[in-house]
């Protein structure tokens, strides 16, 4: 048996890992950390937001969940009216160097019967990197 290698790791040196708040995008966060850990990926966490005013209470949750596990970097994205949550984070993956992102499958919509939301299948089906879908 040869010993096990660690190309996984070149996988995943950077990963983003959008946030809102929500269960789903808490767990997105715990498998990145664990990633870190493991590997020692580069985590960056970015919360998407229009008015923002939710945006330091999801930075606590972010906080609480990592604590000080890994070192990692918080972004809080303004988007302007006429863009979308999508369409922000793939302008981040897009201006940056990530191997992956790690996203949640849906955020805090209200339908609970919806499996996969709409900015997960935005992200996934237009990234031009690795996505990996939380449930």
């Known amino acids: 048996m040869s010993s096990p290698t660690y190309t996984v790791s070149l996988w995943f040196r950077r990963i983003l890992v959008p946030v809102d708040g929500s269960e789903n995008s808490m767990r997105a966060l715990e498998l990145a950390t664990d990633f870190s850990l ?78 996969i939301g709409s900015t997960v299948l935005s992200v996934a089906a237009n990234a031009s990197i690795t996505v990996i879908i939380v449930r």
């Open 38 to 115: 493991r590997y020692g990926s580069k985590v960056t966490v970015i919360h998407v937001c229009n008015t923002c005013e939710e945006a330091e209470h999801v930075k606590k949750k972010v906080e609480e969940r990592i604590g000080d596990k890994i070192d990692y970097d918080f972004k809080i994205i303004k988007m302007s009216n006429d863009s979308s949550v999508p369409n922000e984070i793939l302008k981040v993956i897009n201006e940056d160097t990530f191997d992956a992102v790690i996203m949640g499958s849906r955020g805090t919509s209200v339908n609970s019967d919806i499996n």
